[in-house]
């Protein structure tokens, strides 16, 4: 186990850390290790993040790094048909 910060929510985190799912590469707190699970089955991001914030595992900085996220998904997708 060991401390760490999250790159895709900035948070401070404690434990072992999850391995995104976007690259196979980068280490992420686990509750985003959950919330991408949750977005990748197919889950809305509002509802996972809801969730996530009942239990306590997410954070409004959270929702700041799905917004830039989000952001960036949706810039890659104008040019799609």
Not at 9 to 28: V, W
């Amino acid at each position: 186990m060991r401390d760490g910060v999250c790159p895709r929510c900035m948070a401070d985190y404690q434990g072992h850390p999850a391995l995104s799912r976007l690259d196979n590469r980068t280490e992420i707190c686990p509750a985003c290790g959950v919330a991408e699970a949750l977005e990748i089955a197919g889950y809305n991001t509002a509802l996972v993040n809801g969730l996530l914030a009942e239990s306590g595992e997410y954070s409004e900085s959270d929702e700041v790094a799905d917004a830039q996220r989000d952001s960036r998904d949706t810039g890659s997708q104008h040019g799609a048909p």
